[in-house]
Each structure stands twice: as structure tokens, then as C-alpha cells.
């Protein structure tokens, strides 16, 4: 398994400003990825984060909105922008060891 | 594309009693493996237990077994004993290695474990 820590754990913002979500890793991993869970939703996948590659963005993601960065193997985040009340949800990060993903804490982002 | 179906919203169960989640899923991948993760109100997504979809072997996990039924595309979880610290959502997940074992989720299923 792998130890996971999210920073912010929950944030307020207002609209039209951006967050940047930090996910570090208590081991080296290949691969990283970023989850939204919408209020009362399930887990929808934004894009998958590997070392020293551009992120790839899950259909109705795009890095314009969702910039993500992937300096090493233990790091990664991820950019919220130009927020709107719609981008109100918890945002996950989880790593692959394996074929097993397991997940961070999660940030709770409100957009007011 | 693959798809995760979860189809009870909501289910309920006493204390010491047991209880069984639904899942089925669609999928034209042959190697791919299945998940129960649980999300308890702290939101930290816990993962229950795992199914290779190469292993005709149920998965087990202390009280948590599942019943993988590969031709049906059916992977349900059964919870024995339950205790009130298995009240959570239950999301049941498919990953495989051409996507680098990224997940679709189902929906959930909300479990309530009464005294």
C-alpha cells in the first residue's frame, strides 16, 4: 500500500479564483491520478499523471481548466481554475501500486 | 467503454446480520481486476477488497467476501457480522492495465448497519 497526504484539506474560494491541491506520496510511484466526487456523487476520473509526461485528461477535462504537475515520483498537483460554484466537490488523489489504487484524503473545495 | 452499474441506492441491515451489495459491469477487456471500496463520512476512500478476473476464486477478506461471476459480468459483495462501523458508501470499481488500472466507479450503494 502507500501513505497519501492531500493539502488543503478543505478550502473556501471565491469565483473566478484558482486552488492548487498538493498530493504527496510516502513512495515512489508511476503513476498518479486525480478524481472529482461531485455532492452526493460517485468518482469520476480527471487525468492520469505520470513522471516526466503530460498529463492525460479523461473526456470533459481540460488542462486549460485542470492544470496538473508531476515534478518527481512522490508529488503531483492540481490546479482548479477560474473557479465557478459548479467546481464545488472533493477532489481525490490516488496512486497505482500495482494493479491496486489507493487514495488520499481527499480535498473538500466550496466555491462561493 | 466500461461500465459500472450499482442498482440499490440504499440499503439497510441490522447488527450481527448479513448483508449483499450488487454490482455488474460491461467490458470488452479479458485482463482486468474489480474493486469494493468503502467511504466512510470522513470520505476517505477505503479499499475493501480486490477480485483478479483471471482467478475463478472468490475473493476473501475476513468478513468481506465477494461473489465474482465472470460470464454474467456480476461482482457482488457480501458483509458478514455486520458491525455499525460498516455503515459507509460502498462503491464498486473496474480497473484495467491498458489504462493503467485508472478506475470507473458505480454509484454507490449507501449501507446503514442499525443496532
Known amino acids: 500500500s502507500a501513505v497519501i497526504s492531500q493539502k488543503p484539506s478543505r478550502d473556501i474560494c471565491q469565483r473566478g479564483t484558482s486552488l492548487t491541491i498538493q498530493c504527496q506520496v510516502d513512495?515512489?510511484?508511476?503513476?498518479m491520478f486525480w478524481y472529482r466526487q461531485q455532492p452526493g456523487q460517485s468518482l469520476t476520473l480527471i487525468a492520469t499523471a505520470n513522471q516526466g509526461s503530460e498529463a492525460t485528461y479523461e473526456s470533459g477535462f481540460v488542462i486549460d481548466k485542470f492544470p496538473i504537475s508531476r515534478p518527481n515520483l512522490t508529488f503531483s498537483t492540481l490546479t482548479v481554475s477560474n473557479m465557478s460554484p459548479e467546481d464545488s466537490s472533493i477532489y481525490l488523489c490516488?496512486?497505482?501500486?500495482?494493479?491496486?489504487?489507493?487514495f488520499g484524503p481527499g480535498t473538500r473545495l466550496t466555491v462561493l | 467503454a466500461q461500465t459500472v452499474t450499482q442498482s440499490q441506492p440504499e440499503m439497510s441491515v441490522q447488527e450481527a446480520e448479513t448483508v449483499t451489495l450488487s454490482c455488474t459491469y460491461d467490458?470488452?477487456?479479458?485482463?482486468?481486476?474489480l474493486f469494493w471500496y468503502k467511504q466512510p463520512p470522513s470520505r476517505q476512500m477505503i479499499l475493501v477488497i480486490r477480485q483478479e478476473a483471471y482467478k475463478q476464486q472468490n475473493a476473501t477478506e475476513n468478513r468481506f467476501s465477494v461473489n465474482f461471476q465472470k460470464a454474467a459480468k456480476s461482482f457482488s459483495l457480501k458483509i458478514s457480522d455486520s458491525q455499525l462501523g460498516d455503515t459507509a458508501m460502498y462503491f464498486c470499481a473496474f480497473g484495467h492495465s491498458n489504462s493503467g488500472y485508472a478506475l470507473n466507479f458505480g454509484k454507490g450503494t449507501s449501507l446503514l448497519v442499525t443496532p
Open positions: 467490458t470488452s477487456e479479458s485482463n482486468y481486476y
Open positions: 513512495s515512489q510511484v508511476t503513476m
Open positions: 490516488s496512486v497505482s501500486t500495482g494493479d491496486t489504487q489507493y
